[in-house]
Nanobody, 117 residues
Framework: VQLQASGGGLVQPGGSLRLSCAAS????????MGWYRQAPGKQRELVAL???????NYVDSLKGRFTISRDNAKNTVYLQMNSLKLENTAVYYC????????????WGQGTQVTVSS
């Protein structure tokens, strides 16, 4: 599975961005897609997950401002980020959990989101 993320950039506080992540390869085996992020000097952390047939999962601090969605026809997962804050600045990584015989994690290349005035 290959993951290609896009949509990052520079935005002012209060602004919005939409990240996209297109999956290719053994996409029929993808169970979960989602987003993680890593801010400078910090560990990578969960942002949101969306299983193929279940409920979305968000980190509590982002509920109401970030929305994850998935277009199975396009094999793409999106992250709509609204009311962005300075502390949302990070590299955002697309994530996929794939199970063929055993579960395996895949990561996209990361896309930089910078919130700055």
């Amino acid at each position: 599975v290959q993951l290609q993320a896009s949509g990052g950039g520079l935005v002012q506080p209060g602004g919005s961005l939409r990240l996209s992540c297109a999956a290719s390869g053994s996409i029929s085996s993808i169970n979960v897609m989602g987003w993680y992020r890593q801010a400078p000097g910090k560990q990578r952390e969960l942002v949101a997950l969306i299983p193929s047939g279940g409920r979305t999962n968000y980190v509590d601090s982002l509920k109401g401002r970030f929305t994850i969605s998935r277009d199975n026809a396009k094999n793409t997962v999106y992250l709509q980020m609204n009311s962005l804050k300075l502390e949302n600045t990070a590299v955002y990584y697309c994530y996929a959990l794939v199970t063929v015989t055993v579960p395996k994690t895949y990561w996209g290349q990361g896309t930089q989101v910078t919130v700055s005035s």
